[in-house]
């Protein structure tokens, strides 16, 4: 299903290749802290699916702490990369490529469903959103948990913003080109990678990225919407209110 309502069609086919040596995350810290929302609402997870996994790094050590994973991501590439990680590590875990707006597995159940690292704000159509809530909500146990992290309007606005970054790694480097409309609240991001394949010879890759501004108001006017209720949204790796500098939002939202 292909839309140009979303963000991301052509999005990780370089990218996924460095993604893991990018991101700058402690994912056992996350894992903890996805763990405590569900404590913290009296929710004990079991089955859970990980939508929009990426290449794995919240899976996998979900996984190896015993609880039942499946695994979902847009991206054939990312799919791939969290496949080899998983074996590598002896982790049983199906993995597929799916997409969040029409997931159709019919008989599975999950009482857990989490999206990490701003896998919603790739949705940059109300229709391309509310088509993704409908297939959570088919897929989610009567009081299952959603939980998701968004991209704040400080982060999205602020710190990417108009702003250009570059980068030099082993093997690669890269120029990073924002252009944020204020008037659509869509973030555009432009990605060119010099990707070494010989001595002194690299190849140019480039790679479109866009991300909406969803706020916490229509994130909660989105769950009424479709039969979740909007347990609640805190600063991101904390269990504290959002400021007007909270780079991302943690929602938690239950079916009902």
């Keep these: 299903m292909q839309s140009k309502c979303l963000g991301m069609n052509d999005a990780y086919s370089t990218l996924a290749r460095f993604y893991d040596q990018l991101m700058e995350a402690d994912y056992q810290e996350w894992v903890e802290y996805l763990l405590a929302l569900g404590r913290r609402h009296h929710h004990k997870p079991s089955r859970i699916l990980d939508l929009g996994c990426g290449t794995g790094s919240l899976t996998i050590p979900l996984a ?5 994973l499946t695994a979902i991501d847009f991206s054939r590439e990312m799919i791939g990369i969290a496949k080899n990680k998983a074996e590598n590590l002896g982790c049983e ?12 597995r019919p008989g599975e159940y999950f ?31 009567p009081g299952g948990l959603w939980l998701f992290d968004l991209n704040s309007e400080y982060k999205l606005r602020e710190i990417y913003g108009n702003q250009s970054y570059a980068d030099l790694q082993g093997g690669f480097g890269y120029f990073w080109d924002n252009c944020y409309d204020e008037e659509e609240e869509l973030c555009t991001m432009d990605l060119t990678f010099f990707v070494q394949v010989q001595d002194n010879l690299y190849e140019r890759k480039e790679e479109r990225h866009r991300q909406k501004l969803w706020t916490p108001r229509k994130i909660g006017e ?8 909007l347990l ?11 400021t ?13």
């Design 64 to 68: 190896e702490r015993g609880y039942q």
């Design 93 to 104: 875990i199906p993995f597929a490529v799916g997409d969040m707006r029409s997931l159709d």
């Design 111 to 141: 009482d857990t469903v989490i999206s990490g690292c701003d896998v919603l704000n790739y949705l940059i159509c109300e229709d391309d959103l509310l088509a993704s809530f409908e297939s959570v909500r088919k897929l989610l146990s």
């Design 222 to 229: 989105f769950s009424a919407a479709r039969g979740f209720s």
């Design 232 to 242: 609640a949204c805190y600063d991101f790796l904390t269990f504290e209110p959002c």
């Design 244 to 256: 007007e500098e909270t780079h991302k939002w943690q929602f938690v939202l239950k079916k009902i």
